[in-house]
């Protein structure tokens, strides 16, 4: 079974910072893409950051400059490390794990863990 267990949410005031992790099943990790995606109600879903299994990264432009991706494959383990928080990075932080590829790939996601940031 695939399971993704993200840690490391919390409270913070503005302009601080938090690190995420995320321990996956290793039988997905090391070949998969892995991402950070968050959503706060009544919006969609959105990708944060992601890392390929080859080491590449890609963010999204409201975090370029202040979230890192990073991937540590002995130990299973994808962190987030968040710095200069604002307040419109309160959300619900999500780990996810695309296996495969194309028609073929496959999505798991973790159970979430609620970032808040406080003015």
């Known amino acids: 079974q695939v399971q993704l267990v993200e840690s490391g949410g919390g409270l913070v005031q503005a302009g601080g910072s938090l690190r995420l992790s995320c321990v996956a099943s290793?039988?997905?990790?090391?070949?998969?893409?892995m991402g950070w995606y968050r959503q706060v109600p009544g919006k969609q879903r959105e990708l944060v950051a992601y890392?390929?299994?080859?080491?590449?990264?890609n963010y999204a432009d409201s975090v370029k400059g202040r979230f890192t991706i990073s991937r540590d494959n002995a130990k299973n383990t994808l962190y987030l490390q968040m710095n200069s928080l604002k307040n419109e990075d309160t959300a619900v932080y999500y780990c996810?794990?695309?296996?495969?590829?194309?028609?073929?790939?496959?999505?798991?996601w973790g159970q979430g863990t609620q970032v808040t940031v406080s003015s």
């Open positions: 290793k039988t997905i990790f090391s070949s998969s893409t």
């Open positions: 890392a390929t299994s080859g080491g590449s990264t």
């Open positions: 996810n794990a695309k296996s495969g590829g194309g028609a073929f790939s496959i999505n798991y």
